[in-house]
Every structure is written in structure tokens, then in C-alpha cells.
């Protein structure tokens, strides 16, 4: 008796996760096992693949060392520069904020959402460009000056694009926040400042990793922002990976990028998260 | 410098309102340097409000708090010289049981060292008997431990004045009776005033000095616990200190005689009494006892027993009293033999004193 009820439970568990197991594997797993073949061939001439084992496309990881060197640098610091952005946002939005307006302000930051990310893109490309704000500067008297295709554009863009998802997290996890603690703080003893330090940021730090990691996440793979902001003087491992894919068809070397990303990102997220669970002590785990 | 001063705490006619709802009008109290004053009240009575405008989370919206002497209006929660308990604690829950106890000494200027600090926090824990404990997490703790954990973390600072809001309230009975034994001595110990709300009656008796009972967001009643229970100045105190019953009377002859409903009549009590007119009295459950019918006596009222609630060191009887409806009684079960025990059916007189008598205008 209690094998079959085993056996059902067994089965109702089967039919929960088969779906998603199988859409990974179909979507996400076959296909990282055909870049990884795919990244120790080579290109045949009329482009694609063709069977061979060797570690060329490897060997010519470094011409492509700009792209990864953008990305590497630009998704983390566009990610901070998110943060700092979010941060007073979130407190704002989860603290200060009347009750009353708080929903309609948190839609205000989901509205956005709500458009395409390549119009908006598309709209920062004329503010940025020679007739939105550098036109106006000229009127007073700065001429020359260059916004667009630039890092700073770039930058301008990630921040833009990705603020919501996170004042999101950030918000979820001020806003749960036990206004109790921030009395007992100041109870204790604590100016507002260390009562920010002593406490809401630290129990805030789940909501500010979350976010941190999502868009980083998120920005490694980015293609658009850097395509249209940075026209193709600031361009991301999306922008090799898109060229050697869709232009030149030489997908062994876009799979050798591509693999090499993946890993590269594996190591840096593990450091990463080996470093704020030790800043944030192990206990923080539970308040997840 | 500041006017000497023997009250530790005291309320000038503070008035706290949130937008049109007044919750609290016109409170004037004092507690005396090193007393442990409890106010005790429904939920919704203001008592709270109170606390919180002591630990400055709120300001009042008229009249002035004063702490040592000092008048509080617009000083910040962390200036204040008083700390606080808690309900459900408010432990930080990224900080370990030491880190929650020295947060308070870690914010003091100057700042003290930190082989001092940890000394200081191992006393506090000490002294609530949480010695070992410093490195647990806060999540690895009972309820029990918890509440001991802000204890001592509320105390670590030296406050002039220990606030506890419903600190008890989450404990089981037992727990609690051994809590309320423990927060009376550490009260001796350190020396400093305690202000505890409390919903709790028994609570509020036990451990205080003085009782400050309170409804609908004013001050009924100000006194040692002894006070508030024997001599209850009005029929919401009797109702909700212990329990009572209440008898619809009226009061004739001039003030010297009250005509129960039923027709009983008995001598006015001789402590004040309102003049002729409608009146409820108010009669201890304790203050009553059952005579067999039959039994010799001059039992002033009869009525049928129609339960038995056995509690273990007393009993307590649902009486319908002929003519007044429902009675309780409780009879100390070492004041009556077994034999004495009556059950639900039988007959009875009741017999009182009617000193115990408390006749409120009605």
C-alpha cells in the first residue's frame, strides 16, 4: 500500500515538473551541448558548421577582447549605477511614500514596461543625437559636443532600461521591512543615518542582490541598448555573438564566444555570491 | 540644568489625536522615581499612545511629557534616556543574540571600546540568565528566550526608564507567571522605573505598584493594585479588574438602604454611597458564599446552581439568582469541606456582607 501511494506521488511529481524539464532541455540544454560541439569545429566554407575537432575559434577569442571587455566592465557598473539609481527610489516608493499613492506610484514605474524597449531606445537615439540635446547645448554655446555612440550613452540606456526590474526587488524588500526595527533602533539610541546602515539596509540586502544579479544577469546578454546608443563603437558580446551568427555564418567561433561567456559568468557570479553571503552574514540566508 | 525632580515620568494634560479620532484626551499622571506603574486598559484605549509618546514615537497633540523632569516635546526617539520592550520583541533578525544587545551601546557617544561593549552585553545577558547564548541566531531562540533577549537589550543602555509593551503577551501561562516574577526582580535589581501596558489584569496586579486604568483614552482610575481591586471607582473598574457581578438596584431611604430588582433590600455600605436614585451595584464573586438551603443563616438571596466549574484550588458556580438572572460565585475549596460542595440543580441561598456591597449610579 504505501509503494503505491509512492508510486503516485512519484507520478503527480513527474507531471508537475515534465513541462518545464522538458522545455529546458529541448530549449536550453540540447542547444548548449550543439555549442559546444559546434565551438571545437570549424566554419564550412559556405558558412556554418562543419565537423573537426580543434581549438582555433578559441585561439581567436582575443580579437573579439573588446566585446568582452565592454561587457564584463559595462553590465556590472550599469548595474551599480542601476542600484544607486533604485535605491532612494525603492526607500522612497516602500517608506516614505502616502499609502495612499503608493500603488499608483509603483505603476508609474511599471508603466514604462508597457512600450517596447526598442521604441524608447529609439527615442533616446534622437535626444541624444545631433538635433536633441547636443543641438540645444550649441545654442548656448557648446558646440561639438558628442552624446551618442558613446559609453556614457550606453550606460544612460542600461540604467533607463532596466531601472524597474530593480526597484522591484529592492522595493519588495523595504517594504516588508518591520517598521518595528527601525523604532527599536531608534529606541536604542540610533540617528536615523545608522539606523539606515544598522538595519534597513542590511535586511534590505536579499532585494538589493536579487536586483543586482537579475540585471546583471540580463545585461551580459544585452544587444539592443549598445547597438542603437553605442552604434557599433561600444558593442557588447550580443553584437559579436549577432555578426558572426547572422553575418558572417561562422558559428563555431560564435559558439567559442559563447561558451566562453557562459563560463566566464558562472565563475564571476559564484565569487560573487561566496562574497555578499559573507558580508551578509549566512543568516540573512533564511530571510530570503 | 534641569529642575530636581521625584518623578521619573509625568503627564500634563496630553492629548494625542490622529486627524478627527482623539486617542487619548486630557491624561495627568505621574510615576514616582524607581516604581513600577502599569497601564492597564482594552485594546483601544489609549494605553499604548501613551507608551509611545514616553518612547517618542509619537508627540502629543497638546500638553507635555516630561521624563526626569524634562519636557519631551520634539525630542527624537534616540535622544531619550528610556528604553523600550517591545511587543513580539522587534529582535533584529541579521544580527546574533549579542549583536541585538549591544546595538544600543554601540550607538553611544563617545564611542565606548569594544572589549567594554561585549563585557557590558555578557552582564545584560547575565542577568537574564542568557549567558551562553551571545553567538546564537535569533531564529534559534524560543519565545521565552526571545522576550529575555530584549530584555536585555533594552536594559544594557542604563535607561532612566524601562518602557514594556505587552511583554508578555506572547508567552504561554506558565511561562509567564515565572516572567512576571523574574521582571519584578530585575525591577529591584536595577532600580529603575518600569512602565508596563498591559490588557492583562493579572498581570497588571501582580507586578506593579501602582495601576493606572484606562478607557476610551482617559485615566478612570489611579492606584496600588490592592486599591483598584477592593475599592473600584466606577462599575467599568469592577467590570475589568477581576471579575464582578452587576445588579440593577435603586438607591432609597436617603442613602441608607438599596433595593435590589428583586426586591431584596440591604444596608447602604458604609463607604459612599450615591443618593437616592437608580444605581448598579457591583459584588465580588469571592465575596459571596452558598448555603445549603435549608442550612441555618440569613442568606438575603436564593437561586438554583446551574454549573460547576471546577478549577482546581478553587470552584467556581453559575448561580440563577431568583429574580436577578446569573451569579458567579467562587468558593475557596479550603474554606468548604467536600461535603460542601454543591451541585448543579440544587438550591442555595447566598450570603454576603454588604460592605462588599459597590453601588455606582447607574
Same mark, same amino acid.
Given at each position: 500500500?504505501?509503494? /503505491? !501511494?509512492?508510486?503516485?506521488?512519484?507520478?503527480?511529481?513527474?507531471?508537475?515538473?515534465?513541462?518545464?524539464?522538458?522545455?529546458?532541455? *529541448?530549449?536550453?540544454?540540447?542547444?548548449?551541448?550543439?555549442?559546444?560541439?559546434?565551438?571545437?569545429?570549424?566554419?564550412?566554407?559556405?558558412?556554418?558548421?562543419?565537423?573537426?575537432?580543434?581549438?582555433?575559434?578559441?585561439?581567436?577569442?582575443?580579437?573579439?577582447?573588446?566585446?568582452?571587455?565592454?561587457?564584463?566592465?559595462?553590465?556590472?557598473?550599469?548595474?551599480?549605477?542601476?542600484?544607486?539609481?533604485?535605491?532612494?527610489?525603492?526607500?522612497?516608493? /516602500?517608506?516614505?511614500?502616502?499609502?495612499?499613492?503608493?500603488?499608483?506610484?509603483?505603476?508609474?514605474?511599471?508603466?514604462?514596461?508597457?512600450?517596447?524597449?526598442?521604441?524608447? !531606445?529609439?527615442?533616446?537615439?534622437?535626444?541624444?543625437?545631433?538635433?536633441?540635446?547636443?543641438?540645444?547645448?550649441?545654442?548656448?554655446?557648446?558646440?561639438?559636443?558628442?552624446?551618442?555612440?558613446?559609453?556614457?550613452?550606453?550606460?544612460?540606456?542600461?540604467?533607463?532600461?532596466?531601472?524597474?526590474?530593480?526597484?522591484?526587488?529592492?522595493?519588495?524588500?523595504?517594504?516588508?521591512?518591520?517598521?518595528?526595527?527601525?523604532?527599536?533602533?531608534?529606541?536604542?539610541?540610533?540617528?536615523?543615518?545608522?539606523?539606515?546602515?544598522?538595519?534597513?539596509?542590511?535586511?534590505?540586502?536579499?532585494?538589493?542582490?536579487?536586483?543586482?544579479?537579475?540585471?546583471? *544577469?540580463?545585461?551580459?546578454?544585452?544587444?539592443? *541598448?549598445?547597438?542603437?546608443?553605442?552604434?557599433?563603437?561600444?558593442?557588447? $558580446?550580443?553584437?559579436?555573438?549577432?555578426?558572426?551568427?547572422?553575418?558572417?555564418?561562422?558559428?563555431?567561433?560564435?559558439?567559442?564566444?559563447?561558451?566562453?561567456?557562459?563560463?566566464?559568468?558562472?565563475? $564571476?557570479?559564484?565569487?560573487?555570491?561566496?562574497?555578499?553571503?559573507?558580508?551578509?552574514? !549566512?543568516?540573512?540566508?533564511?530571510?530570503? | 540644568?534641569?529642575?530636581?525632580? +521625584?518623578?521619573?515620568?509625568?503627564?500634563?494634560?496630553? @492629548?494625542?489625536?490622529?486627524?478627527?479620532?482623539?486617542?487619548?484626551?486630557?491624561?495627568?499622571?505621574? @510615576?514616582?522615581?524607581?516604581?513600577?506603574?502599569?497601564?492597564?486598559?482594552?485594546?483601544?484605549?489609549?494605553?499604548?499612545?501613551?507608551?509611545?509618546?514616553?518612547?517618542?514615537?509619537?508627540?502629543?497633540?497638546?500638553?507635555?511629557?516630561?521624563?526626569?523632569?524634562?519636557?519631551?516635546?520634539?525630542?527624537?526617539?534616540?535622544?531619550?534616556?528610556?528604553?523600550?520592550?517591545?511587543?513580539?520583541?522587534?529582535?533584529?533578525?541579521?544580527?546574533?543574540?549579542?549583536?541585538?544587545?549591544?546595538?544600543?551601546?554601540?550607538?553611544?557617544?563617545?564611542?565606548?571600546?569594544?572589549?567594554?561593549?561585549?563585557?557590558?552585553?555578557?552582564?545584560?545577558?547575565?542577568?537574564?540568565?542568557? #549567558?551562553?547564548?551571545?553567538?546564537?541566531?535569533?531564529?534559534?531562540?524560543?519565545?521565552?528566550?526571545?522576550?529575555?533577549?530584549?530584555?536585555?537589550?533594552?536594559?544594557?543602555?542604563?535607561?532612566?526608564?524601562?518602557?514594556?509593551?505587552?511583554?508578555?503577551?506572547?508567552?504561554?501561562?506558565?511561562?509567564?507567571?515565572?516572567?512576571?516574577?523574574?521582571?519584578?526582580?530585575?525591577?529591584?535589581?536595577?532600580?529603575?522605573?518600569?512602565?508596563?501596558?498591559?490588557?492583562?489584569?493579572?498581570?497588571?496586579?501582580?507586578?506593579?505598584?501602582? @495601576?493606572?486604568?484606562?478607557?476610551?483614552?482617559?485615566?478612570?482610575?489611579? #492606584?496600588?493594585?490592592?486599591?483598584?481591586?477592593?475599592?473600584?471607582?466606577?462599575?467599568?473598574?469592577?467590570?475589568?479588574?477581576?471579575?464582578?457581578?452587576?445588579? +440593577?438596584?435603586?438607591? &432609597?431611604?436617603?442613602?441608607?438602604?438599596?433595593?435590589?430588582?428583586?426586591?431584596?433590600?440591604?444596608?447602604?455600605?458604609?463607604? +459612599?454611597?450615591?443618593?437616592?436614585?437608580?444605581?448598579?451595584?457591583?459584588?465580588?464573586?469571592?465575596?459571596?458564599?452558598?448555603?445549603?438551603?435549608?442550612?441555618?443563616?440569613?442568606?438575603?438571596?436564593?437561586?438554583?446552581?446551574?454549573?460547576?466549574?471546577?478549577?482546581?484550588?478553587?470552584?467556581?458556580?453559575?448561580?440563577?439568582? &431568583?429574580?436577578?438572572?446569573?451569579?458567579?460565585? +467562587?468558593? &475557596?475549596?479550603?474554606?468548604?469541606?467536600?461535603? &460542601?460542595? @454543591?451541585?448543579?440543580?440544587?438550591?442555595?441561598?447566598?450570603?454576603?456582607?454588604?460592605?462588599?456591597?459597590?453601588?455606582?449610579?447607574?
Amino acid at each position: 500500500m504505501p509503494a /503505491a !501511494t509512492n508510486t503516485k506521488r512519484n507520478l503527480v511529481t513527474a507531471a508537475l515538473v515534465a513541462p518545464a524539464a522538458a522545455w529546458l532541455m *529541448i530549449f536550453l540544454v540540447l542547444p548548449f551541448i550543439a555549442m559546444l560541439v559546434f565551438a571545437f569545429g570549424e566554419r564550412a566554407p559556405e558558412g556554418g558548421y562543419q565537423a573537426a575537432f580543434t581549438f582555433a575559434q578559441f585561439a581567436r577569442l582575443p580579437t573579439r577582447a573588446a566585446a568582452f571587455w565592454n561587457t564584463l566592465v559595462l553590465a556590472p557598473v550599469g548595474a551599480l549605477l542601476c542600484l544607486l539609481v533604485a535605491y532612494p527610489v525603492a526607500y522612497y516608493l /516602500a517608506v516614505k511614500a502616502d499609502p495612499r499613492y503608493r500603488l499608483i506610484l509603483v505603476s508609474l514605474v511599471v508603466v514604462p514596461f508597457w512600450t517596447s524597449l526598442l521604441v524608447r !531606445t529609439y527615442a533616446w537615439m534622437y535626444i541624444l543625437g545631433s538635433r536633441g540635446i547636443p543641438n540645444l547645448l550649441s545654442m548656448v554655446g557648446f558646440e561639438d559636443v558628442r552624446l551618442l555612440n558613446t559609453p556614457g550613452a550606453v550606460l544612460l540606456g542600461i540604467v533607463y532600461g532596466y531601472l524597474p526590474l530593480m526597484i522591484m526587488p529592492i522595493y519588495v524588500s523595504l517594504e516588508k521591512l518591520d517598521r518595528r526595527l527601525l523604532e527599536a533602533s531608534a529606541d536604542l539610541g540610533a540617528r536615523p543615518v545608522s539606523t539606515f546602515f544598522g538595519v534597513t539596509l542590511p535586511l534590505s540586502l536579499p532585494g538589493v542582490m536579487t536586483g543586482v544579479a537579475l540585471v546583471t *544577469i540580463l545585461l551580459l546578454g544585452e544587444y539592443l *541598448i549598445p547597438q542603437l546608443l553605442g552604434g557599433g563603437k561600444v558593442f557588447f $558580446i550580443g553584437n559579436a555573438l549577432v555578426d558572426l551568427f547572422l553575418q558572417s555564418r561562422n558559428w563555431p567561433f560564435g559558439s567559442a564566444i559563447a561558451v566562453t561567456l557562459v563560463a566566464v559568468v558562472v565563475v $564571476i557570479l559564484m565569487v560573487a555570491m561566496r562574497i555578499a553571503f559573507k558580508v551578509a552574514g !549566512t543568516r540573512q540566508v533564511d530571510l530570503v | 540644568m534641569t529642575s530636581a525632580s +521625584t518623578n521619573d515620568i509625568e503627564f500634563r494634560s496630553v @492629548v494625542k489625536r490622529y486627524g478627527s479620532v482623539t486617542a487619548v484626551s486630557d491624561i495627568n499622571f505621574a @510615576v514616582p522615581r524607581g516604581a513600577f506603574m502599569a497601564l492597564l486598559g482594552p485594546s483601544g484605549c489609549g494605553k499604548t499612545t501613551c507608551l509611545r509618546m514616553i518612547g517618542g514615537f509619537e508627540q502629543p497633540s497638546e500638553g507635555t511629557v516630561y521624563i526626569n523632569g524634562e519636557a519631551m516635546n520634539g525630542v527624537a526617539a534616540y535622544r531619550r534616556p528610556v528604553n523600550m520592550v517591545f511587543q513580539h520583541y522587534a529582535l533584529f533578525p541579521h544580527l546574533d543574540v549579542e549583536q541585538n544587545v549591544s546595538y544600543g551601546l554601540r550607538q553611544m557617544l563617545p564611542r565606548i571600546a569594544s572589549p567594554e561593549i561585549s563585557r557590558r552585553a555578557q552582564e545584560a545577558l547575565e542577568m537574564v540568565r542568557l #549567558g551562553g547564548f551571545g553567538k546564537r541566531g535569533i531564529h534559534e531562540m524560543s519565545g521565552g528566550q526571545q522576550q529575555r533577549v530584549a530584555l536585555a537589550r533594552a536594559i544594557v543602555n542604563k535607561p532612566k526608564v524601562l518602557l514594556l509593551d505587552e511583554p508578555l503577551a506572547a508567552l504561554d501561562k506558565k511561562l509567564r507567571t515565572a516572567m512576571q516574577i523574574e521582571l519584578q526582580t530585575l525591577q529591584r535589581e536595577l532600580g529603575i522605573t518600569f512602565v508596563l501596558v498591559t490588557h492583562d489584569q493579572e498581570e497588571a496586579l501582580s507586578m506593579s505598584d501602582f @495601576v493606572c486604568v484606562m478607557n476610551a483614552g482617559r485615566i478612570v482610575q489611579v #492606584g496600588p493594585p490592592q486599591e483598584i481591586y477592593d475599592r473600584p471607582a466606577s462599575l467599568f473598574v469592577a467590570d475589568f479588574v477581576g471579575k464582578t457581578n452587576r445588579i +440593577t438596584a435603586t438607591v &432609597d431611604t436617603g442613602g441608607a438602604s438599596i433595593l435590589f430588582a428583586n426586591g431584596a433590600r440591604f444596608a447602604a455600605p458604609a463607604a +459612599t454611597t450615591p443618593s437616592t436614585g437608580a444605581a448598579m451595584v457591583a459584588l465580588r464573586p469571592e465575596a459571596i458564599s452558598l448555603k445549603r438551603n435549608g442550612a441555618a443563616g440569613t442568606a438575603a438571596l436564593s437561586g438554583t446552581v446551574t454549573h460547576r466549574i471546577f478549577l482546581g484550588s478553587s470552584v467556581e458556580y453559575s448561580v440563577d439568582v &431568583d429574580g436577578l438572572g446569573d451569579f458567579l460565585v +467562587t468558593a &475557596d475549596r479550603r474554606a468548604l469541606g467536600d461535603s &460542601d460542595l @454543591v451541585e448543579p440543580g440544587d438550591k442555595v441561598g447566598l450570603a454576603f456582607d454588604p460592605n462588599a456591597l459597590h453601588v455606582f449610579p447607574a
